[in-house]
Nanobody, 122 residues
């Protein structure tokens, strides 16, 4: 089970942070990550982090602005979002996979948290 926290409304150029706590059978976790979805569109990959070695992957449009991190002891993944743009407005979802992937598609991710809205005003 994944539970996400954070999100909200911010002006362009501002910052927001998200967190996602995993509970239950997390011993098989290979990676945790974040996807986002606009109304009527499919989930798009944002970023992921390897649960063991901390290696990361980001979609090009968020590189240098978003940072994913983890706390293994708390089974929690974080997403720090800086220099937010209106086009970052989406519902953000955390996800967990046992497969050896650090990216999409969503079908490769086993568990999903509830979405949290991020709205960036211009």
């Amino acid at each position: 089970q994944l539970q996400a926290f954070g999100g909200g409304l911010v002006q362009a150029g501002g910052s927001l942070s998200l967190s996602c706590a995993a509970s239950g059978r997390t011993f098989s976790t290979y990676a945790m990550g974040w996807f986002r979805q606009a109304p009527g569109q499919v989930h798009e990959f944002v970023t992921a982090i390897n649960w063991s070695d901390g290696s990361t992957n980001y979609r090009d449009s968020v590189k240098g602005r978003f940072t994913i991190s983890k706390d293994n002891a708390k089974s929690t993944v974080y997403l720090q979002m800086n220099s937010l743009k209106p086009e970052d407005t989406r519902v953000y979802y955390c996800a967990l996979t046992s497969r050896t992937v650090l990216a999409g598609p969503p079908s490769l991710w086993d568990y999903w948290g509830q979405g949290t809205q991020v709205t960036v005003s211009s």
